[in-house]
């Protein structure tokens, strides 16, 4: 069974541009969520998507965006970069409840110059 | 104060020592994990508790709920366990993450 993967890997971005990360769950994982490491911050988190609806948001700006698709695929946005905007970003899916075991993948690194 | 906080901050252990790692939280979970993260990045879920013990292999994780904390142990600890162990609790569809421990097993 495949785990989570998230495409790119690696990402160097200027200030100003926007990105767009993906992440496949999972195989019959519906629910995906995302991650933000940073050194001063570590990890925080940035919103969880459900059957295509955003379930939870965390304290980020609106520059941050996300959707998933049918295929529970999903997506982040992140518009107008700053420097501060560098880090790790990390998805994560489980089945569903939130009892359930939660599978990580290995993460975007994403420089903003 | 932190929602999840760990200690140490930093731990150097002896190849086979056993090592503990210690997680305390302060808000109402419905799961604690312990993440297991290796210099490149990529997170291992470790184990998901809501109660009592969990063992696999040379890991064990304990918590006590009424006490809001929880106990990652190695036993006969190896440098391949050198990583940064992450406690993060489930509180509703969210994690809150601890600062995380970063273990270095010599050999």
């Known amino acids: 069974k495949a785990g989570v993967t998230q495409t790119p890997r690696y990402l160097i971005k200027t200030r100003g541009q926007q990105v767009t990360l993906s992440c496949s769950p999972i195989?019959?994982?519906?629910?995906v969520s995302w991650y933000q490491q940073t050194p001063g911050q570590g990890l925080q988190f940035l919103f969880e998507y459900f059957s295509e609806t955003q379930r939870n948001k965390g304290n980020f700006p609106g520059r941050f965006s996300g959707r998933q698709f049918s295929n529970s695929r999903s997506e982040m946005n992140v518009s107008t970069l700053e420097l501060g905007d560098s880090a790790l970003y990390l998805c994560?899916?489980?089945?569903?409840?939130?009892?359930?075991?939660?599978?990580f993948g290995q993460g975007t690194r994403l420089t903003v110059v | 104060k932190n929602e999840v906080e760990q200690s140490p901050q930093n731990l150097t252990a002896q190849e086979g020592e056993f090592i503990t790692i210690n997680c305390s939280y302060s808000?109402?979970?419905?799961?604690l994990h312990w993440l297991q993260q290796h210099p490149g990045g990529g997170i291992v879920s470790l184990f998901m508790?809501?109660?009592g013990k969990k063992k696999h292999g040379r890991l064990i994780a304990t918590i006590n709920i009424q006490e809001k904390h929880s106990s990652l142990h190695i036993t006969a600890s190896h440098p391949r366990d050198s990583a940064v162990y992450i406690c993060?609790?489930?509180?509703?569809?969210?994690?809150?993450f601890g600062p995380g421990t970063r273990l270095s097993v010599l050999p």
């Open positions: 808000v109402g979970i419905s799961a």
């Open positions: 508790l809501s109660s």
């Open positions: 195989s019959g994982h519906r629910s």
């Open positions: 994560a899916s489980s089945l569903a409840d939130r009892n359930t075991e939660a599978f």
């Open positions: 993060a609790v489930r509180r509703g569809q969210n994690f809150v």
